[in-house]
């Protein structure tokens, strides 16, 4: 078959990478020709740079691309790599190779096609990187489709890093927006859940980024997950909090949700309780002329806050007494006093052991932190005279979940002697 390619009129007196083109061609046998269709040469006009756009053998991008790509065949340092590191512990890419098993067939993956270095991989990558590698992951499972590429020929250095750059430049997505459409795809179940306790108002989204106002996803799930994991929990285990992942979806979560009743009174009010809780200490910080920051008003939104109160919600289940006292929080003082009260956990800490950049309890999600955190619901419930959260309960709740967590890790060491 006789190879074509098409210069538009505007560009049929320019000198054209034809010769490149062809090696090209010859190559990777580009799946439009082989079904009888020409490429028309393209134009950037921007970067005065020239291209074709096709589709070729996944097992081709697999084999031949070059995800090292530098600005010059003798570049000796990394300086400027022309693309972004490799992530495969995202989420986001995890999806992408599941795709590509999948037979996803890819597009828009930006390339040059260049032999002056390192020539058994011409393909030099510009823009698309993790798709190249969700490919490679697919060839070793045998999976093989086309995907389309962008190949430009012959650039300038200059060239080079105006492509480059523009094609690992984007506006940033976050992960809350992410969330937020990952669960829209699966349903409203948990939207639905939000607007019936209070948490959104009718008719209201998710927040696709951090808010002082409105839950995220993340958050919303992260109510579920440790208020069924609190509900669960043995008395012999630690107790301890999880987050949720962000930017696509949670294992924990996607399998729970195929088993809840989003009608069940308990969890209702416990979505109730919570949105209570955000709005009263919202009320409060905002209604107030010192200690007012937008940091205590969103104390209940603090990701440790969240899924340490739930968590105990959870537990509590089975004892009516410690519960009430969980859920009645939000009265357990009068405005111009906060009932998480922010301040006082922001000054919480446990001398000699927290370093001085640590700003007390609810503003790091490490797993200590997530336990720490319900460890001052535990002990509001279970032991305080005086229901209210302040800074010497704080203290107390830190040194006891720090003591119930070594004899913890001392019991299972002991058990594997």
Request: glycine share 6%.
């Amino acid at each position: 078959m006789e190879t074509k390619l098409i210069a538009p009129a505007d560009q049929s007196d320019r000198d054209l990478p034809i010769e490149l083109m062809q090696e090209f061609i010859n190559e990777f046998d580009p799946y439009e020709l082989r079904n009888g269709t020409a490429l028309v040469i393209c134009h950037d006009e921007k970067s005065d740079a020239h291209y074709l756009t096709c589709h070729v053998s996944g097992a081709d991008l697999a084999l031949k691309c070059d995800l090292e790509a530098t600005l010059d065949a003798d570049d000796d340092d990394d300086l400027y790599k022309l693309n972004r590191d490799i992530t495969e512990d995202k989420i986001a890419y995890r999806d992408m190779e599941n795709d590509a098993l999948g037979g996803r067939s890819f597009e828009d993956i930006v390339l040059e096609y260049d032999t002056s270095y390192r020539a058994d991989t011409p393909l030099k990558v510009y823009g698309g990187q993790h798709r190249i590698r969700a490919i490679f992951k697919a060839l070793e499972k045998g999976k093989i489709v086309p995907h389309g590429v962008r190949v430009y020929f012959g650039l300038s250095r200059e060239q080079k890093v105006e492509i480059a750059i523009v094609n690992n430049t984007s506006i940033a997505v976050s992960n809350d927006l992410l969330d937020r459409m990952r669960e829209q795809m699966t349903g409203s179940a948990l939207r639905n859940w939000c607007q019936r306790t209070g948490m959104l108002a009718v008719g209201e989204d998710f927040a696709d980024r951090r808010s002082g106002e409105i839950p995220t996803v993340r958050i919303a799930r992260t109510l579920i997950v440790n208020f069924f994991r609190g509900m669960n929990a043995s008395d012999t285990e630690l107790h301890q909090p999880v987050l949720c992942a962000s930017g696509g979806t949670d294992d924990t979560y996607e399998r729970l949700r195929t088993s809840i009743d989003w009608n069940n009174d308990k969890l209702h009010q416990m979505g109730h309780q919570f949105a209570r809780l955000h709005k009263i200490q919202r009320s409060a910080i905002i209604g107030r002329t010192s200690d007012n920051s937008a940091e205590f008003a969103r104390k209940a939104f603090s990701l440790s806050v969240v899924a340490g109160w739930s968590y105990a919600a959870g537990l509590f289940q089975s004892n009516t007494e410690y519960l009430d006292t969980l859920y009645s929080l939000p009265e357990s003082v009068s405005p111009p006093d906060d009932p998480l009260n922010a301040k006082a956990l922001s000054e919480a800490r446990l001398k000699g052991v927290d370093p001085d950049t640590y700003r007390g309890l609810g503003t790091r999600s490490s797993s200590k932190e997530l336990g720490r955190m319900l460890e001052v619901f535990i002990v509001l419930a279970t032991k305080a005279t005086r229901k209210q959260i302040n800074k010497q309960l704080a203290n107390a709740a830190i040194q006891s979940y720090e003591a119930k967590r070594a004899n913890y890790e001392a019991e299972k060491a002991l058990g594997r002697i």
